[in-house]
């Protein structure tokens, strides 16, 4: 018979008698704040051996009702530790090394409290143990406490670890109170002793907080897109299933639309809210920042502790339309699980060839994290959908939740098409590095080859090219390039090659890739490029005679005459090939006349630009800058000056520069900006500067902008909130 008998029946109930009474005692003690004598009970007393680890629970439960956090980790550990936990008293239920139930719920809860009292930056480390404490738990079918998961969350924000916080989250999404194992309680002591119809069961795994939380230890990697992913696919508390279907895949609503719709608690909560403004401007998604704001807020005129004025205009076209592709593909992902109809090896292709543009997209915006998480929940589904039968339970999962009952990644859908393979390797490019992608592609090439016996994948081969150039190895990029059959070369893969030259300064091996090149119907504007520098930098006589061969080629594959190609890429030509090999492609043959040309073309380019809404390139601002303020300008006479009029054109070259950045070589020309606007008494073309600096927000060295000021006659602006 498996029924107990009476002895042990009626030791069993005294044990939980005595549990009772120690956690109660505990309480009482904790209540009244007399949580050192407990403390100093347990240390030296020899009660806490025989009575065990019900005796520290109660003592711990004391401390932590009195918020000695501190108190609670060092008798967790010391309980865990000490010499005089030996004996089967000590083993909770009689299993070695186990804690009490209690005791991990405290510790987790208090190392939460502890991380969220900590006013500085020091990292604790303690993410990895209690989502050890934490897997244990679930694995073993216990109790936590909602404290306690977001005491595990908080450890894995403190270490800025998201990977264990997102691993936490797909647990969370996995819970069903009726069907799970393990069950989330009521922190009250009792729902930690014994099975009881009256225990605390919590129904909702993530709250509000739970999902901040997790948000914002992605935001603090910079992982700001799988912190809105986090957002947009979780059930927290107001999620409506109801809303999936309309809401998903809809042409109609853009993305605050859709997180509104999916997460309605973001009206109610401004904890969540702030985690979602916060993810939006890290992904300089500005306006859409501020249309969530005004949406969920009464109160607008916060919204400067969050988003600057001068960022208030941005949008990240990339991230808006990769968030696009990801809906499609949630709602692709939920419909695949949900049907019984077989995926055909064309809908499998097309399925590829979005998930391919998804992650070009995410890996454009800077979030290919994001990318592959949404595209490993695609192939999930269909590795599911083909490998198993589900039940309706199954195909109700949460878009975000990866359980066991999954079926694992079929790796060989990322060789379905070559634009999925490529994408997959940019996108592991940028999350893992250049190793990871290098091996990636050769693993897979090894697969593609052994399937279909060519490896006429032409995007991933330039995409693996790129990689070994990147590592270094030029020798083993040519020996790899010379390995490929002619179908598998595209003109980028000449480029890149001649790219790698170029690092190594091998000009003349530049020049014999050009000529296969050029044979091979191959030619590009970047391999022209790269030629024409190897042409500069070789010892040979009629060099520009050779360069002029060079734009030909490439005028002629463009489709425009000589000369207009080399005015509109001359700042490029420049760089590439020197200024005085620039200047006799220009034809300016009278040194005297040459730096007044270079300034008309300068103005030339920025008007033109300026006119089409496009920003100028830096070369050509900078030479504005620098030749009006030296002596370039001298002889130039009065009607050239009337006609360009250097100080405005240094005044519009200053305001565009600031949107650059402001390293050393910025600084020093809006240094010698600013001087000649001084020098030049241009006061209100000074204000003008200084105005659009602290309109827009721009960063720029202090001293510059307060040299601006001094030249402008203004005072110190005084401090503004928005």
Same mark, same amino acid.
Request: aromatic content about 8%.
């Given at each position: 018979?498996?029924?107990?008998?009476?002895?042990?029946?009626?030791?069993?109930?005294?044990?939980?008698?005595?549990?009772?009474?120690?956690?109660?005692?505990?309480?009482?003690?904790?209540? @009244?704040?007399?949580?050192?004598?407990?403390?100093?009970?347990?240390?030296?007393?020899?009660?806490?051996?025989?009575?065990?680890?019900?005796?520290?629970?109660?003592?711990?439960?004391?401390?932590?009702?009195?918020?000695?956090?501190?108190?609670?980790?060092?008798?967790?550990?010391?309980?865990?530790?000490?010499?005089?936990?030996?004996?089967?008293?000590?083993?909770?239920?009689?299993?070695?090394?186990? +804690?009490?139930?209690?005791?991990?719920?405290?510790? *987790?809860?208090?190392?939460?409290?502890?991380?969220?009292?900590?006013?500085?930056?020091?990292?604790?480390?303690?993410?990895?143990?209690?989502? =050890?404490?934490?897997?244990?738990?679930?694995?073993?079918?216990?109790?936590? $406490?909602?404290?306690?998961?977001?005491?595990?969350?908080?450890?894995?924000?403190?270490?800025?670890?998201?990977?264990?916080?997102?691993?936490?989250?797909?647990?969370?999404?996995?819970?069903?109170?009726?069907?799970?194992?393990?069950?989330?309680?009521?922190? %009250?002591?009792?729902?930690f002793l014994y099975d009881s119809e009256e225990s605390s069961i919590v129904g909702q795994a993530i709250d509000d907080d739970v999902l901040a939380t997790v948000m914002d230890t992605c935001c603090a990697v910079e992982e700001y897109g799988h912190a809105i992913l986090c957002l947009y696919t979780s059930k927290s508390v107001g999620y409506d299933s109801s809303s999936i279907s309309q809401n998903l895949n809809s042409n109609r609503g853009n993305m605050v639309e859709k997180l509104l719709v999916q997460q309605p608690i973001l009206r109610d909560s401004n904890r969540l809210l702030e985690s979602t403004v916060t993810a939006l401007t890290g992904l300089q998604c500005t306006q859409d920042a501020m249309a969530l704001y005004s949406e969920c807020t009464n109160n607008p005129g916060n919204l400067g502790k969050y988003i600057p004025l001068a960022n208030r205009n941005q949008i990240n076209a990339p991230w808006r339309e990769?968030?696009?592709?990801?809906?499609?593909?949630?709602?692709?992902?939920?419909?695949? /699980?949900?049907?019984?109809?077989?995926?055909?090896?064309?809908?499998?292709?097309?399925?590829?060839?979005?998930?391919?543009?998804?992650?070009?997209?995410?890996?454009?915006?800077?979030?290919?994290?994001?990318?592959?998480?949404?595209?490993?929940?695609?192939?999930?589904?269909?590795?599911?959908?083909?490998? #198993?039968?589900?039940?309706?339970?199954?195909?109700?999962?949460?878009?975000?939740?990866?359980?066991?009952?999954?079926?694992?990644?079929? &790796? #060989?859908?990322?060789?379905?098409?070559?634009?999925?393979?490529?994408?997959?390797?940019?996108?592991? /490019?940028?999350?893992?590095?250049?190793?990871?992608?290098?091996?990636?592609?050769?693993?897979?090439?090894?697969?593609?080859?052994?399937?279909?016996?060519? /490896?006429?994948?032409?995007?991933?081969?330039?995409?693996?090219?790129?990689?070994?150039? &990147?590592?270094?190895?030029?020798?083993?990029?040519?020996?790899?390039?010379? +390995?490929?059959?002619?179908?598998?070369?595209?003109?980028?893969?000449?480029?890149?090659?001649?790219?790698?030259? $170029?690092?190594?300064?091998?000009?003349?091996?530049? @020049? +014999? *890739?050009?000529?296969?090149?050029?044979?091979?119907?191959?030619?590009?504007?970047?391999?022209?490029?790269?030629?024409?520098?190897?042409?500069?930098?070789?010892?040979?006589? +009629?060099?520009?005679?050779?360069?002029? %061969?060079?734009?030909?080629?490439?005028?002629?594959?463009?489709?425009?005459?000589?000369?207009?190609?080399?005015?509109?890429?001359?700042?490029?030509?420049?760089?590439?090939?020197?200024?005085?090999?620039?200047?006799?492609?220009?034809?300016?043959?009278?040194?005297?006349?040459?730096?007044?040309? &270079?300034?008309?073309?300068?103005?030339?380019?920025?008007?033109?630009?300026?006119?089409?809404?496009?920003?100028?390139?830096?070369?050509?601002?900078?030479?504005?800058?620098?030749?009006?303020?030296?002596?370039? *300008?001298?002889?130039?006479?009065?009607?050239?000056?009337?006609?360009?009029?250097?100080?405005?054109?240094?005044?519009?070259?200053?305001?565009?520069?600031?949107?650059?950045?402001?390293?050393?070589?910025?600084?020093?020309?809006?240094?010698?900006?600013?001087?000649?606007?001084?020098?030049?008494?241009?006061?209100?073309?000074?204000?003008?500067?200084?105005?659009?600096?602290?309109?827009?927000?721009?960063?720029?060295?202090?001293?510059? =902008?307060?040299?601006?000021?001094?030249?402008?006659?203004?005072?110190?602006?005084?401090?503004?909130?928005?």
């Amino acid at each position: 018979m498996n029924a107990e008998r009476p002895i042990e029946i009626r030791l069993k109930n005294l044990y939980i008698t005595l549990s009772i009474d120690l956690m109660a005692a505990g309480s009482a003690l904790g209540r @009244a704040g007399q949580w050192q004598g407990c403390v100093d009970y347990i240390l030296n007393k020899s009660d806490s051996s025989e009575l065990g680890q019900p005796l520290f629970a109660a003592v711990m439960n004391a401390c932590y009702i009195c918020e000695k956090y501190d108190s609670v980790l060092d008798i967790y550990y010391n309980m865990q530790h000490g010499s005089d936990s030996t004996g089967n008293d000590w083993q909770w239920e009689g299993e070695y090394a186990r +804690s009490h139930p209690l005791c991990m719920d405290l510790l *987790l809860r208090s190392v939460g409290m502890r991380m969220l009292m900590t006013v500085d930056d020091t990292k604790q480390g303690f993410g990895e143990a209690t989502l =050890l404490i934490f897997n244990q738990i679930i694995e073993e079918g216990g109790r936590i $406490s909602l404290d306690a998961i977001r005491g595990v969350l908080r450890a894995c924000e403190n270490d800025a670890d998201y990977q264990r916080a997102i691993n936490v989250m797909k647990i969370l999404q996995s819970y069903q109170e009726n069907e799970s194992d393990w069950k989330i309680v009521d922190g %009250s002591a009792k729902n930690f002793l014994y099975d009881s119809e009256e225990s605390s069961i919590v129904g909702q795994a993530i709250d509000d907080d739970v999902l901040a939380t997790v948000m914002d230890t992605c935001c603090a990697v910079e992982e700001y897109g799988h912190a809105i992913l986090c957002l947009y696919t979780s059930k927290s508390v107001g999620y409506d299933s109801s809303s999936i279907s309309q809401n998903l895949n809809s042409n109609r609503g853009n993305m605050v639309e859709k997180l509104l719709v999916q997460q309605p608690i973001l009206r109610d909560s401004n904890r969540l809210l702030e985690s979602t403004v916060t993810a939006l401007t890290g992904l300089q998604c500005t306006q859409d920042a501020m249309a969530l704001y005004s949406e969920c807020t009464n109160n607008p005129g916060n919204l400067g502790k969050y988003i600057p004025l001068a960022n208030r205009n941005q949008i990240n076209a990339p991230w808006r339309e990769s968030f696009r592709h990801m809906d499609r593909l949630l709602y692709a992902s939920d419909a695949i /699980r949900n049907s019984n109809q077989k995926l055909t090896q064309e809908d499998q292709y097309n399925i590829s060839l979005g998930i391919a543009l998804m992650l070009k997209c995410a890996t454009k915006a800077g979030q290919s994290s994001a990318g592959l998480e949404v595209a490993n929940i695609a192939i999930s589904s269909i590795s599911e959908h083909k490998n #198993s039968k589900k039940s309706m339970k199954d195909a109700m999962k949460s878009f975000f939740g990866i359980e066991e009952e999954i079926a694992a990644i079929d &790796e #060989s859908f990322w060789f379905l098409s070559d634009e999925l393979f490529a994408a997959a390797i940019a996108a592991r /490019r940028a999350k893992y590095g250049v190793q990871e992608a290098h091996d990636f592609y050769f693993n897979g090439m090894s697969t593609i080859i052994a399937k279909n016996g060519s /490896r006429s994948w032409p995007a991933s081969t330039d995409l693996a090219l790129a990689l070994i150039v &990147e590592q270094g190895e030029t020798g083993r990029a040519s020996d790899f390039f010379d +390995s490929l059959e002619s179908q598998t070369r595209t003109p980028e893969t000449y480029a890149i090659m001649a790219n790698g030259y $170029s690092l190594e300064q091998q000009w003349d091996k530049i @020049a +014999s *890739l050009y000529r296969d090149a050029k044979r091979d119907a191959m030619l590009s504007e970047r391999l022209s490029f790269l030629a024409m520098e190897a042409i500069a930098n070789t010892v040979t006589s +009629s060099k520009i005679k050779t360069l002029r %061969s060079v734009i030909d080629d490439i005028a002629a594959l463009k489709g425009v005459k000589s000369g207009a190609w080399i005015v509109d890429n001359y700042w490029k030509l420049k760089k590439m090939c020197g200024f005085h090999h620039a200047r006799m492609l220009m034809w300016w043959n009278i040194p005297s006349e040459t730096q007044q040309m &270079e300034f008309r073309l300068a103005a030339q380019h920025l008007q033109e630009r300026k006119k089409k809404g496009l920003a100028s390139e830096i070369d050509a601002l900078s030479t504005l800058v620098k030749l009006a303020n030296g002596k370039a *300008l001298e002889n130039a006479g009065t009607t050239f000056i009337k006609d360009f009029h250097p100080p405005t054109l240094v005044s519009q070259a200053l305001i565009e520069i600031c949107g650059f950045g402001c390293d050393d070589e910025i600084s020093q020309v809006l240094l010698e900006g600013i001087s000649y606007l001084s020098k030049t008494k241009n006061i209100d073309l000074c204000k003008e500067f200084v105005e659009h600096v602290e309109s827009s927000g721009c960063t720029i060295d202090e001293e510059i =902008l307060f040299l601006a000021r001094t030249a402008a006659d203004l005072r110190p602006p005084s401090h503004q909130s928005y």
